[in-house]
């Protein structure tokens, strides 16, 4: 026969543990899908970028990767990915506590971690791979002067 005092206490010790897992087990979740964000780490270790370079690049085809031009235009308007006019001035707002340079180097080696509302996640997903980090710092140099 259990002891009624002890079995109170092992059932209230169970329940504090399992409620504190379980507040764990909540923050981890909003901590993951929080909307928040900061720069990739590898954004410090880009090279100085070129705009010029950079403006040269987005128009043409790197070892098979699509340029940028045959998505996105440099006007507003409708184009099968979003408008790059005013960029500059957007990219540093797209993601809470995110660089303008942060959400520029993520959009091109992870394009779906961020999709700019009435857009779908239709961009090509091999730009790290396929790019230098030198081409990716003078896109985004020319991206930021748009």
């Known amino acids: 026969?259990?002891?009624?005092?002890?079995?109170?206490?092992d059932h209230a010790f169970r329940r504090r543990i399992l409620c504190a897992v379980g507040a764990l087990m909540l923050l981890m979740l909003l901590a993951a899908?929080?909307?928040g964000g900061q720069d990739p780490a590898e954004v410090t270790s880009l090279p100085e970028g070129n705009p010029r370079s950079g403006g040269e690049l987005f128009i043409v085809s790197i070892d098979g990767a699509p340029p940028c031009s045959n998505c996105h235009s440099l006007e507003s308007g409708q184009e099968e990915g979003a408008s790059l006019a005013g960029y500059g001035a957007l990219a540093s707002s797209r993601v809470?506590?995110?660089?303008?340079r942060g959400y520029s180097y993520q959009s091109i080696v992870q394009p779906a971690a961020f999709v700019v509302p009435g857009f779908s996640n239709l961009m090509y997903n091999q730009y790290g791979r396929k790019?230098?980090?030198?081409?990716?710092?003078?896109?985004?140099?020319?991206?930021l002067t748009l």
């Open 1 to 9: 026969m259990t002891d009624a005092p002890t079995a109170f206490i």
């Open 33 to 35: 899908c929080s909307s």
């Open 96 to 100: 809470d506590g995110m660089s303008a």
């Open 131 to 143: 790019l230098s980090s030198q081409q990716i710092a003078d896109l985004i140099a020319y991206l």
